[in-house]
T-cell receptor
Framework: GAVVSQHPSWVICKSGTSVKIECRSLDFQATTMFWYRQFPKQSLMLMATSNEGSKATYEQGVEKDKFLINHASLTLSTLTVTSAHPEDSSFYIC??????????FGPGTRLTVT | AQTVTQSQPEMSVQEAETVTLSCTYDTSENNYYLFWYKQPPSRQMILVIRQEAYKQQNATENRFSVNFQKAAKSFSLKISDSQLGDTAMYFCAFTPGGGFQKLVFGTGTRLLVSP
């Protein structure tokens, strides 16, 4: 089956710094990728839809200047958390959609901001 | 607004028994897709089963089957012959048809399978 990777799997950063998370579709091309955030024992909350070659579409309440999304190629989308604060600590999950409109999820990235 | 409701925060079942997880949804769409995803402790989301709304036949995948009641907007998941590896969070999800837009997830049901 299709595989989606995320890097890093776990990152610790200091408050005020920026951190970049990569999402790659390894064996298929994905014109659309999605970024989710998940708090402990809660459901997935969609943050934004990333479309290759165009600007991301952010969900209501998500700060686009804080969570920068770039989808520069058909296999890579990046999420950059700028000026991170402890409240940004969370589990971030990406998914990639193939030509058959199936979504495949990455393994997630645990972000801890100290 | 499209919403997905899972009314059972936690469920327990003994190994080899059958358990049913409930899910209801609300939409004005006529064409859509429904999914059950499993999230084990590793937190990797795994697709368990999916159902197209235009299909009347309930989807099945080995030990997993659904009871899709379109008029009632109900989409329950039945796990037969439960195994210890089925212990996980289970999320019901919905997406409108016509190109798989974003997924709307329910709040999840934590399933514990005990020996």
């Amino acid at each position: 089956g299709a595989v989606v990777s995320q890097h890093p799997s776990w990152v610790i950063c200091k408050s005020g710094t920026s951190v970049k998370i990569e999402c790659r579709s390894l064996d298929f091309q994905a014109t659309t990728m999605f970024w989710y955030r998940q708090f402990p024992k809660q459901s997935l909350m969609l943050m934004a839809t990333s479309n290759e070659g165009s600007k991301a579409t952010y969900e209501q309440g998500v700060e686009k200047d804080k969570f920068l999304i770039n989808h520069a190629s058909l296999t890579l989308s990046t999420l950059t958390v700028t000026s991170a604060h402890p409240e940004d600590s969370s589990f971030y999950i990406c998914s990639a959609r193939d030509d058959m409109y199936e979504q495949y999820f990455g393994p997630g990235t645990r972000l801890t901001v100290t | 607004a499209q919403t997905v409701t899972q009314s059972q925060p936690e469920m327990s079942v003994q190994e080899a028994e059958t358990v049913t997880l409930s899910c209801t949804y609300d939409t004005s769409e006529n064409n859509y897709y429904l999914f059950w995803y499993k999230q084990p402790p590793s937190r990797q989301m795994i697709l368990v089963i999916r159902q197209e709304a235009y299909k009347q036949q309930n989807a099945t995948e080995n030990r997993f089957s659904v009871n899709f009641q379109k008029a009632a907007k109900s989409f329950s998941l039945k796990i037969s012959d439960s195994q210890l590896g089925d212990t996980a969070m289970y999320f019901c999800a919905f997406t409108p048809g016509g190109g798989f837009q974003k997924l709307v997830f329910g709040t999840g049901t934590r399933l514990l399978v005990s020996p």
